[in-house]
């Protein structure tokens, strides 16, 4: 009969954070949380009081006033507007947290969120597990600074109405639901206007008293809307929980009281917003593979930037490197009245660790290094070498660095062949090459001098002892800028060795390589 | 109940090595009289600290040129600063390829910070570098190429390569207490740390300095057209070993890989000499 009742009756849980807006900005500016601090909405005269701190309150600012009545109270009240970006990444928050949980969360209105807790009991002692399912909740929440309460029912109305109640979390039992709504006033169903006229021209004060008329007759009278209500008023839930989809990106953001000209103060407001999405990140086991940057521009306008990673990292500090280099070199050009980042999430890697071969390079480790030698030297100079098709031996490709696992078993080397190794100067460097005859018939070097010779060194140059060539070199003859050349290797009497050539397009002489 | 003579210190350590177990007995003073089996089993600091290199031996990264290895039995050991110094030519970069292709064999992770740009792909395949291990690095001056190294040594890669091209190298030599901190670094973090130069920067803070000097270029052929470079001959010479003699020396002979000539490109024996005064030093090393 239990096991009945508990397959036919939901379980749910509604986390509310009272006054939202108020912690949405206070998890923005948690430096704010002793201040005298009052929320408003609105311009001007018609700015209104929407939440205030404590110390605001004690004080006897209350919601409904307008801001210079604020002010009169308590001269160093501190005014925030409310910030709908702050609000946003607030909700966002409080539902991954809640995510971390059960998958299956419903977005309720602000600050509201419902999770399916049905099964949730048995991850937790007690005599209640549910109410010590409430308090993990509340504290997690609390770690995100995000104050709330939790009521627990099997509906939502219920767990709504017990979320508002104290002591947190409030626990209504199974079946127990109307009798918990009964003495409750009409006004906790939120009827409609003309609806809760018509109810309390009928004399209708209470839940209870709701509850108590026949469905049918209010399904005649008052339509599907008061259908509805009667239902929640006898604690049914007609809407079942709807789960909502996993965002495809992490968001963080506020819009700025004042427009900031200099990168400093920026960055410095978004050190907190990438720490806050990076624990966000970490708490889902993800980390940042491309961070979005938007930037609002005072009067109007964006400047948008995407910051690819090389490897998934969630990695506050890197991400503040990235986002400094990125924007000292593309220079918003406007000062900044609010940004919004967005991470889009993947998953990092994995390995599996080897028990006696090497050691197996930490996927987190190597993630969090290769964005910082990212950060550190830009892109295009961190990878992993890979050979060129083609013959030009300048060329070559780079690839993200993903070191395939080592062997289960160390070995030891094979024996080496030994083989000269070449550098490639990148670019090659021009030559003034004396030759044995300017016509074109011996092209044999005796002598060479570069003309960059900084790049050289100042003994680079002098005369030729031995000269061995030429091989030549032919590519692209297909394309607008085909490759034709003469190489050589080439002995100096100093005994350094280059590898030179010449284009047989233009007759002029490089040096692209050194034996070393 | 017998009275403890505590004129005589004995501690019994129990070294758990990787292949066996051994007792191992030292004392502060030499006993009047020990157990001649007892007595056998007596060493000194110094061969404890003998033994302990050579069981770290065991986990140093491997090198594979008859050469190298004449100059490091055990292998590179981790947490050292082994300075490369050597001219243009001198076979100081195929060293480097030598040992990158050496450590990614047995697959290992490595990282080469280039800072002249001057890495080929096509050049380290040859060498048998496995480019898929090997973290290629290309700062521009010699400050980014330190703070990439210095990062590079904490991302775990087991042997990170520094080079410094040919010169000039742009930057200059660095500060001294640079190189003394990445050597404090590799040590934290167990690497391997080779910097490869065209001349001495390191100072004090390279615990190994291996220097390369250009012997001869051998050339195959009689006139331009047919003419080969076949080999380049190069001495290394240990110029500094912390803690041991240094002075040490071996040939090196480095072939040259053209496509067609693939014949005679194992290394003979022949070709690497040394006198056996050398080696037993290295050994002490």
Redesign the interface.
Known sequence: MQLDRLLAKPRLACICCPLFPLAARLRSEPELLHEALAIFEGNGHNARVIAATRAARQAGVRPGLSLPQARALVPKLVARARDEECEHTAQEALLEIVESFSPRVEVGSEGIAYLDIRGLGRRFRGPTPEVELGKTLIHALDREGLPTRVGIASNKLGALVAAGLYPTPTLVPIGDEEAFLSPLPLERLSPQLGIAATLKRWGIGSIGEFARIPAAEISSRLGDAGRDLHASARGLDLHPLVPRAAPAGFREGMNLEWPLVTLEPFLFLASTALERLCRRLDNRGLGCAKLELSLRLEPDGFHERSITLPSPTHDARTLLTLVRLDLEEHSPGAPVTGFTLVAIPDRPRSAQLSLLGPAALSPEKLATTLARLFALLGPGRVGSPRKAEGHRPERFTMTEFQPPPPPDIRSRPARARGLLAVRVLRPAIELEVETPKQDGTNNEPTSLRPLEPQKLGKRAGGAVRVAAGPWELEEGWWTEAPVRREYWDIEMRSGDLYRIYRDRSSHRWFIDGIYD | MQRLDLRFIYAILVYSGASDCRHWVFGVMSPPALPHSLHRQLHTARDLLERRSTQEGEEAL?????ALEKLFPHGLLRSELLELV?T???????L???LL???T?????VTLVDL?????????????VL??????????DLR?AL??TE??I?????LVVLDL????IPGGRGAQSSWQRLLQKARTHRVTLLVSSPYRVCGAAATIVVETV?Q??K?Q?RN??N???R??RSRMTLGKVRGAMSGANVE??????QGAVQED???SDEAVSSSDTTTRAIDAA
Request: glycine share 10%; charged share 15%; hydrophobic share 45%.
């Open positions: 491997p090198v594979n040129l008859p050597g243009c030519s001198s076979g100081r970069f195929s480097v390829m030598s292709g050496a450590a064999s047995v697959g290992e992770a002249g740009d001057q890495f080929d792909p096509q050049s380290a395949a040859s060498a048998d480019l898929e291990r090997l973290l290629w690095l290309r700062p521009t980014a703070a990439a990062t590079a904490t991302g775990g890669l087991s091209g040919t010169p000039p250009r001869r270029a050339w052929g331009a057209s003419l080969l470079l080999a380049v090196l002979t480095l072939r040259y890989d490109l194992a290394i």
